[in-house]
């Protein structure tokens, strides 16, 4: 018996949703997609970093959160308003701090 893997195909509906941490015409766009699962949750991923260097500073040991087709696993949510949440949480506490003190 194969075991499937928690990111396999399998598990995705193909349904998904692009979510961004729009706020207002100051806040620059970030996006990410929301694929729903077979349960119909909706993991969040992001795969949208400025270049490796970003990636391997905030997730270099986190790599088997890392999907090559989907990108940066950052939790799995019930409800649409719950994967924006999560993703503008994630926006403004991790990335933006990251991005902010390499500038």
Do not use: C
């Amino acid at each position: 018996m194969t075991k499937i893997r928690y990111f396999d195909n399998e598990n995705y509906s193909g349904n998904h949703l692009h979510i961004d941490n729009y706020k207002d015409q100051f806040t620059p766009f970030i996006e990410a997609i929301a694929w729903e699962r077979q349960d119909k949750t909706l993991d969040v991923f992001f795969d949208d970093f400025e270049d490796d260097n970003e990636f391997k500073a905030l997730y270099g040991d986190k790599e088997h959160y890392h999907d090559d087709f989907m990108g940066l696993f950052l939790g799995n949510e019930k409800t649409d308003k719950e994967a924006y949440k999560l993703f503008r949480n994630w926006v403004d506490t991790v990335l933006y701090p990251y991005r902010k003190r390499t500038k």
